[in-house]
């Protein structure tokens, strides 16, 4: 699934739940879920946020950064913080680092709680409410969205590496998946028009 559709779908599903949501609709709020939906395909070199994290877009240059982040952000929990969410992090750095796309943590169950951790982390130390809840929306519907598709994910990674996906799915590299995913995007935003006017 394309990075856009991913970030759209948050969006979309933010708006249609917000109500639902303590805090109810904020546009920070929409930012963290948009974010959210994004960080799962940072094991993939030509995603979105890699586009702007990789100065070249290939395996080898997301390699070596993301293990140079991974030592940054332990270094810094070392000399100054000493937070688990902070070690938690620099050790998920590892794992998107040394997986392939869709093969590794950030497309299971674990790295939804691993990155929920750290997001709820960032938002105590900021002061900023409902963090955890954002966080999850945008996380979570990457991860059932993935699962739409025929590839799968490894939703159980690392004690099961099989995966999973929905009995009815869709091929996103196909002329039809991509017409399906421009046809989620439209009713989205169809959906998002006629909700405005109950959201303010
Ligand atoms: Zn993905």
């Known amino acids: 699934m394309k990075g856009k ?3 759209g779908i948050g969006a979309f599903t933010f708006i249609s739940i917000c109500h639902k949501v303590p805090g109810g609709f ?4 929409l930012l963290v879920v948009i974010l959210a939906s994004l960080i799962p395909d940072i094991d993939h070199p030509k995603s979105i946020i890699n586009r702007y994290i990789l100065p070249f877009k290939n395996k080898k240059t997301k390699v070596v950064v993301y293990i140079c982040l991974a030592i940054i952000v332990l270094y810094f929990d070392y000399l ?3 937070a688990p969410a902070l070690k938690a992090l620099g050790i998920s750095l590892v794992f998107v680092a040394l997986s392939s796309h869709r093969n590794g943590l950030t497309h299971s169950l674990l790295g939804l709680v691993v990155f929920t ?3 709820g982390y960032l938002g105590e130390t900021y002061n900023i409410p409902n963090m955890t809840y954002y966080f999850m929306i945008g996380y979570g519907m990457h991860l059932a969205c993935d699962m739409m598709t025929r590839m799968g994910i490894p939703l159980f990674y690392p004690f099961i590496k ?3 996906s929905f009995p009815l799915t869709y091929n996103p590299s196909s002329k039809g998946g991509s017409g399906f995913e ?3 995007m439209i009713a989205g935003i169809a959906y998002t028009i006629y909700r405005l006017p109950t959201i303010f």
């Open 5 to 7: 559709t991913h970030a």
């Open 80 to 82: 100054y913080v000493d």
């Open 162 to 164: 099989k995966k999973y």
């Open 117 to 119: 951790m750290i997001f």
């Open 182 to 184: 421009d046809f989620l």
């Open 26 to 29: 904020n546009y920070f709020g």
